[in-house]
């Protein structure tokens, strides 16, 4: 008879936690490109964002201070000090029921105005990456990432296309050879 798993005593096993790293890198992936295909203004995370926003700005109201700082530079010391801890834990559970995967590890742009990067990124709960993110699209601070991404999507596009011609033109010489 298998035992109950217990994750407060769970040891991190490689192959799990490379599973997750996994899982974290292809939705950060999958956001990146709706930035660049989608106005962030216009665009909807979850069923209840406007919950979750609102919510997030009644309990952290240091977000909308100095031109919301805090939202366009994540301040991780703030958000892992001891009272920011606690405070993001409770807030955490109150979506243990309502978003799926609320507590799965997610990676997230610590400045909005940058893509992802290995200096400009953080592992944060699913929840919170909802609550920088929604926030970030309603108050266009995600405005240079999608324009970033979009640029990098054309850029992308025009090397694929020259590599097309360029294979082409390497057929049609071997044909005439």
């Given at each position: 008879m298998a035992t109950q798993f217990d994750p407060n005593n769970a040891q991190n096993l490689v192959e799990i936690e490379k599973q997750f790293a996994v899982k974290a890198v292809e939705h950060a992936q999958t956001y990146w490109n709706l930035l660049e295909k989608v106005n962030p203004r216009e665009l909807k995370l979850t069923k209840i964002d406007d919950e979750i926003f609102e919510h997030a700005m009644k309990e952290f109201p240091e977000l909308a201070e100095n031109n919301y700082e805090k939202l366009t530079v994540i301040d991780e010391d703030w958000m892992k000090s001891e009272s920011?801890?606690?405070?993001?834990?409770?807030?955490?559970?109150?979506?243990?029921k309502t978003v799926k995967d609320y507590n799965f590890g997610s990676l997230i742009r610590t400045d909005a105005r940058q893509e992802?990067?290995?200096?400009?990124?953080?592992?944060?709960t699913r929840?919170?990456?909802?609550?920088?993110?929604?926030?970030?699209?309603?108050?266009?601070?995600?405005?240079?990432?999608?324009?970033?991404?979009?640029?990098?999507?054309a850029k992308e596009k025009e090397k694929a296309e020259k590599e097309k011609a360029r294979a082409e033109r390497e057929k049609a010489k071997k044909k005439k050879n």
């Open positions: 920011g801890k606690k405070r993001w834990r409770d807030f955490i559970q109150k979506y243990e992802y990067s290995e200096t400009n990124t953080i592992f944060v929840i919170q990456f909802y609550v920088f993110e929604i926030a970030r699209n309603r108050l266009g601070l995600n405005d240079k990432a999608h324009e970033i991404a979009k640029e990098e999507a």
